[in-house]
Nanobody, 123 residues
Framework: QVQLVESGGGLVQAGGSLRLSCAAS????????MGWYRQAPGNQRELVAN???????NYIDSVKGRFTISRDNAKNTVYLQMNSLKPEDTAVYYC?????????????????WGQGTQVTVSS
């Protein structure tokens, strides 16, 4: 009912920048929280940053001051600007969006994940 399409990953040298985008589409009535997670090989998936419908943000300590999450409600899109990238930021990054979708007069909650985009930071 709700699809997420991510873009913006790639290979960058340490100290470089990347901007991830995640666009939600489908029968969306409203979107609540939007977030970015990452998973490195051998590690569990971890929350990197999230942003509420009121634009309050939350970051893990390791990315504070380097990453910025933002959202464009008109486009149902969430962004992650990543600056001063480090090799330890290397991971597959996933977006996660929650909200309410509809089919006709039926409304229900959704919690969708993007397909993942690889971010590789070389030293």
């Amino acid at each position: 009912q709700v699809q997420l399409v991510e873009s913006g990953g790639g290979l960058v040298q340490a100290g470089g920048s990347l901007r991830l985008s995640c666009a939600a589409s489908g029968s969306i009535f409203s979107i609540n929280a939007m977030g970015w997670y990452r998973q490195a090989p051998g590690n569990q998936r971890e929350l990197v940053a999230n942003i509420t419908s009121g634009s309050s943000t939350n970051y893990i300590d390791s990315v504070k001051g380097r990453f910025t999450i933002s959202r464009d409600n008109a486009k149902n899109t969430v962004y992650l600007q990543m600056n001063s990238l480090k090799p330890e930021d290397t991971a597959v990054y996933y977006c996660n969006v929650g909200g309410v979708y509809f089919i006709g007069s039926y409304y229900s909650d959704f919690d969708s994940w993007g397909q993942g985009t690889q971010v590789t930071v070389s030293s």
